[in-house]
C-alpha cells in the first residue's frame, strides 16, 4: 500500500456547466492496483477532458477513484505516484453513463543503480586481490603471481606491483629454478667463458638470477608503473577454444591499462628489450649479443610467451589448487 491519503477530489466541475450539462454528464470510476492485485491508497489519477484544466483525485483506501460530473465524449485518465511508472488509460463516456474503468496496473519504475567506487576502496580490493594472487602456486609448488582469476578485476597501483614482482623474485621456487639451470649450464659448460668449479657455477646461477629479476622488475613493475599498465594475465575462461587461444596469443602483444582497457603492451616488450640488453654487462665477451640478436631473442620470448599464455588459459588454472576457488572477490 501507498502512503494513507483520505479519498477526495481536488478540482470543480467547469465553471461553465449548466444544469443541462450536468444532466447529461457521467460517471467514470475505477481502481489502481499493482501487478499482483494488491490495490494502492494515495495515487494520483488525472481525468483530461480536450484542452478543460485536469481534474485530479487521490485513490481512496480500496484503491479507489470516483470522477463525477464528466461531460460526455473521449477522456484520458493518467496514473502517477512516486517511484512507480506513469500509466494512461483513455475511454469515451456516454451520456449519464456510470464508467467502470478496468483496473489500471500500477508498476514499479526501472531504476538504474550506479556503483561508484572510491579510490581507496579500489586499492582495497586490489589488495585482496594480490594477497589471493600470492598463494597461486601451480601444483602447489611453482609460483603462478601474475595471473588474475577474478571475475572483476580491478588495477594495481605502482606499490603493488612493485610487491608483486618482488614476491615473484624471492619466492623459493625461483632460487631452485635459476639453481637448476646454472647446473645444467655447467654440465654443458655454456658459457665457457664462466669456467668451472664453484666459482664457475656461482657466476652461472648469478646470471640466471639476473635475467629473472632484472626481466621481472622491468616487465612487472618499473615499466608497468611508468606507462599505466597492468603486467598480469587475466583469465578468459569462457567462448570457444578458439576464441580463448586467440585472446591468449594476442595477450602477448596487448595488456590492460590501469584504466582497464586494452592498450598496446609497451612493458612487456620493451622490458624484454631491455632486460636482454642489461644482460650483456655481465654475460662473458664471448656470449655478448649484438643488436641484432637482442631482437632476435626478443622476439623469440613473445613467441614463448604466447604459447605460456596458452598454456594458462587451457591448463595452469586446473593445476593450481587455490585459483580453482576463486570467483570475483
Known amino acids: 500500500m501507498l502512503a494513507s491519503s483520505a479519498f477526495a477530489q481536488t478540482s470543480a466541475p467547469a465553471p461553465n456547466d449548466s444544469a443541462s450539462d450536468t444532466a447529461q454528464a457521467g460517471i467514470v470510476q475505477g481502481t489502481v492496483t499493482g501487478k499482483d492485485g494488491e490495490v494502492y491508497e494515495g495515487v494520483s489519477v488525472a481525468l483530461s477532458i480536450g484542452a478543460v484544466p485536469p481534474r485530479v483525485q487521490i485513490t481512496n483506501g480500496e484503491g479507489e477513484f470516483t470522477f463525477v460530473n464528466v461531460p460526455a465524449g473521449p477522456f484520458t485518465l493518467t496514473v502517477s505516484s512516486d517511484g512507480f511508472a506513469t500509466q494512461t488509460a483513455s475511454g469515451v463516456v456516454h451520456p449519464g453513463e456510470t464508467l467502470n474503468v478496468p483496473a489500471i496496473v500500477l508498476l514499479m519504475q ?3 543503480t550506479e556503483v561508484h567506487v572510491s579510490a581507496a576502496q579500489q ?23 601474475f595471473v588474475n582469476y577474478a571475475k572483476d578485476p580491478v588495477p594495481l597501483t605502482a606499490r603493488q606491483k612493485y610487491a608483486l614482482a618482488w614476491k615473484s623474485n624471492i619466492d623459493p621456487f625461483t632460487w631452485l629454478l635459476n639453481g637448476a639451470f646454472a647446473g645444467i649450464e655447467q654440465a654443458d659448460n655454456t658459457f665457457a667463458g664462466y669456467g668451472q668449479g664453484a ?20 616487465g612487472g613493475a618499473v615499466l608497468p608503473s ?22 591468449a596469443i594476442a595477450t602477448t602483444v596487448i595488456c590492460k591499462g590501469d584504466n582497464m582497457r586494452w592498450q598496446f603492451n609497451y612493458s612487456g616488450i620493451l622490458g624484454g628489450l ?29 613467441a614463448e610467451g604466447a604459447v605460456q599464455n596458452l598454456f594458462q588459459e587451457f591448463v595452469v588454472k586446473k593445476l593450481t589448487p587455490s585459483a580453482r576457488k576463486i570467483g570475483a572477490p
Do not use: C, M
Open 110 to 112: 526501472q531504476a538504474t
Open 123 to 145: 586499492q582495497e580490493i586490489a589488495e585482496e586481490q594480490i594477497h589471493i594472487e600470492e598463494k597461486q602456486h601451480v601444483l602447489g609448488v611453482v609460483p603462478n603471481f
Open 199 to 218: 666459482q664457475g657455477y656461482a657466476k652461472r646461477f648469478g646470471a640466471n638470477y639476473a635475467d629473472t629479476f632484472i626481466s621481472t622488475e622491468l
Open 226 to 247: 611508468l606507462f599505466r599498465q597492468d603486467p598480469r594475465y587475466f583469465y578468459k575462461g569462457t567462448g570457444t577454444i578458439w576464441e580463448r587461444a586467440r585472446y
Open 274 to 302: 631491455a632486460a636482454g640488453g642489461i644482460s650483456n654487462l655481465y654475460y662473458p665477451a664471448s656470449d655478448r649479443g649484438n643488436v641484432t640478436v637482442t631482437f632476435e631473442n626478443a622476439g623469440i620470448e613473445l
